[in-house]
């Protein structure tokens, strides 16, 4: 059975023909995250969807890429959908010309060239990225289930100095920690390669920590919170998913928020995630260019790769920042920034983007990494787009 993923069903169906109508993944409901990144390849808990779908899909003949797959019996499937074991059942016993849809949603089809479709309803809910907010609010299931499908458990010895409890631990035998408390007693905790935890850090799981991170001295993390690889935190931090190369690295509260790769939050930064009023909190959605009532009643910040915030910077409940954008206030910013701003004393004018290529250029060799001619072509687009 082949499976080919698409960022959207509009041009396979005619979605105003289904009475009642139905929707379908758009990708810019997830951007900034998905401006120049495959949806595959966001993390949600430990793993990539692209990484999930690899190890769970092993009896799919898999394509990731939406190509011309129109023959009779070939599964298209929504980038945005979070495998699971009943997923992977489902899909396995699709019939030809059967729609799979939860709640008008569409989630999968098995094609059929005559177009005479059957809509075929999940039994069971399964989990969706609709929106930037459920990178964070699937972030701690995702990780207890990342550890389950990863399938082992591993607990070097590690030194006296650190106090564990409960034993859902994976802690790879090169990381470096001393002073530290764990507690998996509420959650997994997953620790990669050549991690580093300096003394007097408290962690709590849920949490994955990827290769190379590093988590500074009296780190507090409550839960829920997903690390990227080689970035490096501290202050305070729960339920929230930071990318990889990316740096939080002082004092600061981080709460219900998603920051991409390659971004800086500089010295005191902080974010809200609650309103005063204990009202729902709105955000800027992209696929509506325009806000939407997320329902939650905490929500915090979205920042979008290559973002620097200057020290001091203060985020307000439900802010979303776009990608390549400096940002240097000490007043709280607009809910929505765009990307390619730099803001400066209250003003907001375009980053040039040959000085933002000087300063990618010079991160990435900071980092050993070679900024590739894809990137730049994708954000020179993106720039010529948007300014």
């Known amino acids: 059975m082949k499976i080919f993923f698409v960022d959207s069903f509009d041009n396979i169906l005619s979605l105003d023909s289904f009475s009642p109508s139905l929707t379908s993944f758009d990708k810019k409901s997830l951007y900034p995250f998905t401006f120049i990144k495959s949806t595959l390849d ?31 019996g070939v599964i298209w499937l929504s980038e945005n959908v979070v495998p699971s074991a009943y997923l992977v059942e489902v899909i396995q016993n699709m019939g030809i010309g059967e729609i799979l849809v939860q709640d008008g949603y569409i989630l999968a089809l098995c094609y059929m060239h005559t177009g005479k479709y059957i809509l075929r309803k999940m ?91 590093v988590v500074k001295m009296g780190s507090t993390i409550y839960g829920n919170v997903s ?42 930064t902080s974010n809200s995630n609650l309103k005063n009023n204990l009202k729902t909190v709105s955000i800027y959605d992209y696929a509506l260019d325009g806000d939407r009532d997320t329902g939650l009643l905490k929500c915090g910040s979205f920042i979008g790769d290559y973002t620097r915030l200057g020290i001091n910077s203060a985020l307000n409940t439900g802010t ?22 730099w803001v400066f004393d209250g003003n907001t004018q375009t ?7 000087t300063y990618l250029e010079a991160l990435y ?17 993106l720039n010529n787009k948007y300014n």
């Open 123 to 213: 039994n069971h809910p399964i989990s969706l990225l609709k929106g930037v907010e459920d990178l964070f609010l699937l972030t701690g299931q995702e990780i207890s289930n990342d550890f389950d499908l990863i399938g082992h458990v591993q607990l070097p010895e590690v030194s006296l100095t650190n106090q564990l409890l409960g034993s859902r631990f994976y802690i790879a035998s090169n990381v470096s920690m001393e002073c530290a408390t764990l507690n998996s007693l509420h959650g997994s905790i997953y620790i990669d390669e050549d991690v580093t935890i300096m003394e007097g850090a408290h962690l709590r799981g849920p949490l994955y920590l990827g290769k190379g991170a």
């Open 227 to 268: 690390i990227g690889e080689q970035s490096v935190v501290g202050g305070e931090i729960s339920n929230s998913v930071i990318g990889d190369f990316s740096a939080k690295g002082h004092h600061g509260y981080l709460g219900c928020s998603v920051i991409g790769d390659w971004c800086n939050l500089g010295a005191g």
């Open 320 to 341: 979303v920042i776009g990608i390549a954008s400096m940002l240097a206030d000490t007043s709280f910013y607009a809910k929505f920034v765009p990307s390619f701003a």
């Open 42 to 72: 966001l993390r949600v808990g430990i793993l990539t969807l692209r990484d999930k779908w690899s190890k769970m899909g092993s009896q799919f003949e898999i394509e990731y890429i939406d190509g011309n797959a129109k023959e009779d």
């Open 351 to 357: 980053y040039a983007f040959d000085k933002f290529m």
């Open 365 to 381: 060799a900071s980092k050993g990494k070679v900024l590739t001619e894809r990137i730049k072509d994708e954000l020179n687009q």
